[in-house]
């Protein structure tokens, strides 16, 4: 993907990103080196002059963002990812906006994978701790049943404990088969659970490599990991 905001500068370039079925690729980098970028321009949310985006082999490239929505993709974005004045309930019926069939059994799975917000699914989301509403984003993504769940800085803001729990509920995910495209500032955590990971450097594609080999790449860790 190469390409920026509007008629503006480029700030990807050559970006190459890919998650395979079931599996966790981490993107992870400075800041503003263009992560929130890439996954704003994955879900179509900024045009891209040159390069696609692919889903199962479909060129989606066209495609708006309900568009992809429809098609298995669902995005948690990094700021504004939940509706502060409805409830825990109402964000996840938001959530499935675009479905037409009974959605009691997807809410029931997202109640079994952060047992919190079954507790609290009558209360103001805005009210919620920090990694509770960071459930509420991801428990809303996953509403629409996505085939690909994308997540920009889930663990923003939260201490090392709820990070740690958050990390093992996505790595659930991932194992019933959802895809998980994620930007993480917690790169070392985020590289021990990742099948891919990708260090993005001014909107391009520094390092790639499986997490593991990231982690033990000396130039990675100098850079990136702090030594
Ligand atoms: N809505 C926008 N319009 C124009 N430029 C933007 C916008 N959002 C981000 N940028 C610019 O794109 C670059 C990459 O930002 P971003 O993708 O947010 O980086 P990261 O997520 O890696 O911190 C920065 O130079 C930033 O100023
Ligand atoms: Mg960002």
Do not use: H
């Given at each position: 993907m190469t390409g920026g905001y509007g008629t503006g500068a480029d700030i990807l370039h050559d970006c190459t990103l890919a998650v395979d079925k079931g599996e966790i690729a981490v993107i992870v980098g400075?800041?503003?080196?263009?992560?929130?970028?890439?996954?704003?321009?994955v879900f179509g949310m900024l045009n891209i002059h040159t390069g696609g985006v692919f889903l199962d082999g479909e060129d989606i490239t066209s495609?708006?963002?309900?568009?992809?929505?429809?098609?298995?993709?669902?995005?948690?974005?990094?700021?504004?990812?939940?509706?502060t004045s409805m409830t825990v309930e109402e964000n996840l019926?938001?959530?499935?906006?675009?479905?037409?069939?009974?959605?009691?059994?997807?809410?029931?799975?997202?109640?079994?994978?952060?047992?919190?917000?079954?507790?609290?699914?009558?209360?103001?989301?805005?009210e919620l701790s920090g990694?509770?509403?960071?459930?509420?984003?991801?428990?809303?993504?996953?509403?629409t049943q996505p085939q690909v769940l994308m997540l920009d800085e889930p663990t923003a803001g939260v201490s090392p404990i709820v990070m740690d729990e958050l990390f093992d509920r996505i790595i659930e995910v991932a194992k019933t088969g959802i895809?998980?495209?994620?930007?993480?500032?917690?790169?070392?955590?985020?590289?021990?659970?990742?099948?891919?990971?990708?260090?993005?450097?001014?909107?391009?594609?520094a390092f790639t490599g499986t997490g593991a080999?990231?982690?033990?790449?000396?130039?990675?860790?100098?850079?990136?990991?702090?030594?």
């Open positions: 400075p800041n503003g080196a263009g992560k929130s970028t890439a996954m704003k321009a495609l708006t963002p309900q568009a992809r929505v429809a098609k298995g993709m669902a995005f948690v974005p990094q700021t504004s990812n939940i509706f019926e938001m959530g499935a906006f675009l479905r037409r069939d009974d959605i009691t059994g997807t809410m029931d799975q997202v109640y079994t994978l952060f047992p919190i917000l079954r507790d609290k699914r009558r209360q103001a989301a805005g990694g509770q509403r960071q459930q509420v984003a991801v428990g809303r993504a996953l509403m895809s998980i495209l994620m930007v993480e500032q917690n790169a070392r955590q985020a590289l021990e659970i990742a099948d891919t990971g990708y260090v993005l450097v001014q909107g391009r594609n080999e990231l982690l033990a790449d000396p130039e990675v860790r100098k850079s990136f990991l702090g030594g």
